[in-house]
Each structure stands twice: as structure tokens, then as C-alpha cells.
């Protein structure tokens, strides 16, 4: 259930954060794959007994509270270019970011711990990059640093 909580609100801060002007997520699902995943999350939901709305990290097995979780980051941008509108971000912005999500997560005793961030700008992969493509699995191969328990 931990890795669940975490997932999900991940997903939502990374979804509330984003940028208003010019800029979004990186995938486009079709209405299918949109319908599927509401449809597999709300099956998840009604399985695991899990009120997302209500959820509180308090409702974590007492072993859970008191332990506190560091999750190394590797923060990459992606961009075509070194403008904002070309996908850049400056170390200031990722800070900040890491910081909402310490914030976010500070009850639950998760710390995000910033180890690095890198900067790749390819035009190609910019553009392209989306799940389940083979620009979305040269990234990974090409980018990914850390163990198993690092965010890239």
C-alpha cells in the first residue's frame, strides 16, 4: 500500500506542478488508454479498500511512521533547445520542486534527497519521447543513474 500512496501522489504533485503556458506532459494517451486507466485504477480502488481522497499517511502501520525514507533523485531535462518554451529548466526550478515534494511528503517521513541533475539537448527526443516508444527506452538506457531505489 506504501508503494501505491507514494505512486499515486507523485503522479498528482508531478500533474499540479506543471507548468501553464506552452508546456505539459510529455505523453499523449488516446481516449482508450485513458479510459482503460480510470478503469484499472477505480478496480484497484474498490480491491484495496484505499479512500484516495481521505488518505493520510496516519493510516500507516505504526512501523511506518517512525521510519524515515530518503529516496535519492536524479532530475534529467530533457530539451531542444536552452530556452523555457524549448523545454529548459534551471537548477533553481528543480530545487523548488524538490522541496514541494518534501513538503508534500513530510508526514509520511519520505525525504527526496537531490543527487544530481543533467541536461540533454536533443531535439529528436524532446519531441518524441512517450511510453512504451524507442526514444522512451533510449532515455532510460542512456540516462538512468542509481539503484533500484533512486527516482530518475
Known amino acids: 500500500m506504501l ?9 498528482a504533485t508531478s500533474a499540479l506542478a506543471a507548468p501553464k503556458q506552452g508546456r505539459g506532459c510529455g505523453s499523449t494517451p488516446s481516449t482508450e488508454e485513458v479510459a482503460k486507466a480510470e478503469s484499472d485504477f477505480k478496480q484497484l480502488l474498490e480491491t484495496d479498500h ?3 481522497a481521505n488518505f ?6 505504526e512501523s511506518y511512521r517512525h521510519t524515515c525514507f530518503e ?14 518554451s524549448g ?11 524538490i522541496k514541494v515534494l518534501n513538503e508534500a511528503f513530510e508526514d509520511g517521513n519520505i525525504k527526496f534527497k537531490l543527487k544530481d541533475i543533467d541536461y540533454t539537448t536533443k531535439t529528436e527526443w524532446f519531441n518524441g519521447l512517450g511510453p ?3 526514444i522512451n527506452t533510449e532515455v532510460k538506457e542512456k540516462l538512468r543513474r542509481g539503484g533500484k ?3 530518475n
Open 50 to 52: 484505499v479512500d484516495v
Open 87 to 97: 523545454g529548459d529548466l534551471s537548477k533553481s526550478q528543480i530545487r523548488k520542486q
Open 71 to 84: 529516496i535519492p533523485v536524479y532530475w534529467h531535462v530533457i530539451r531542444k533547445n536552452k530556452k523555457y
Open 3 to 11: 508503494a501505491f500512496a507514494l505512486t499515486f501522489l507523485l503522479a
Open 56 to 61: 493520510t499517511f496516519a493510516e500507516l502501520p
Open 132 to 134: 512504451g516508444n524507442s
Open 149 to 151: 531505489k533512486a527516482l
